[in-house]
């Protein structure tokens, strides 16, 4: 059971799109979300809350609880709607809740259509930045590989709440998309695959695209760190573990 607590009712002057993620492997949908929030200037309009975490955190004896929750975000100017959260659950019964709680509320503000968006691995070699979707109907197709997606091929699955719940949409009759950047390390953070979902993504909603930076910024980071573990694993390879001095 989850609980949902609205503080103010967006204003839109038509019809909105919900673009709706959880974090996943290498947080590319949480960083590419809590990125697209920022810089449109979202603003936070209801939570929904989970019995989540089952523990508390302590520092020097101080006990410090902070319960789990999922939020939605308006960009009144832009028509749309971002379904943001701290974690993807594993259990199916929430997760299923999660979608049906995330769908509600699109169903409530009138959504004319959902975007999910994650991570893919690698299946190649290429070093291209490459962007996948998968829609649950074919006359969306057309529109995510003008924005530079390229539609998944043969058969597969997206697993948890970025996939499951274009299922969901489906029966409930409203169109929605998973566009998925490729990523070759699901346990790094990948904030150039965030980046090269969110230019597609601006494309679809018809946004101006806005300066990714600090993404850049992110992503030199990440691969300076890949450089210095893999030379130290080297290094220690080569040599053994080091003594005591």
């Known amino acids: ?33 809590a990125f697209l929030a920022r810089k449109l200037g979202a603003t936070l309009f209801a939570e929904l809350y989970s019995f989540w975490p089952p523990y508390i955190s302590y520092n020097d004896g101080l006990v410090d609880y902070k319960q789990a929750s999922y939020r939605f975000y308006s960009v009144d100017g832009s028509n749309l709607l971002i379904f943001a959260g701290d974690f993807n659950p594993a259990d199916p019964r929430r997760l299923y809740e999660i979608c049906g709680e995330v769908l509600g509320m699109a169903q ?15 299946q190649s070699s290429t070093a291209d930045e ?44 409203l169109d929605a998309a998973c566009i998925l950047g490729e990523i070759d390390n699901p346990n790094v953070i990948q904030p150039k695959a965030a980046q090269s979902i969110l230019r597609v993504l601006l494309r679809i909603l018809d946004i101006s695209e806005f ?30 573990p080091p003594g005591v001095a």
Not at 141 to 165: P, T, Y
């Open 1 to 33: 059971m989850m609980g949902l607590k609205v503080h103010a009712i967006p204003q839109f002057s038509g019809q909105p799109t919900i673009v709706a993620a959880l974090p996943d492997m290498g947080n590319v949908a949480g960083i590419g979300l």
């Open 108 to 122: 409530r503000m009138n959504a004319k259509v959902l975007y999910s968006i994650g991570a893919a691995l690698r």
């Open 130 to 173: 490459r962007v996948f979707a998968a829609a649950n109907n074919a006359e969306m197709m057309d529109s995510l590989k003008n924005a530079g997606a390229k539609m998944l091929r043969g058969e597969g699955q997206i697993s948890g709440f970025n996939g499951l719940v274009l299922g969901l949409a489906k029966e409930r009759g």
């Open 211 to 240: 300066d990714m930076s600090e993404l850049d910024d992110e992503e030199r980071r990440k691969q300076f760190m890949e450089q210095q573990v893999s030379y130290l694993e080297k290094t220690m390879e080569r040599d053994g």
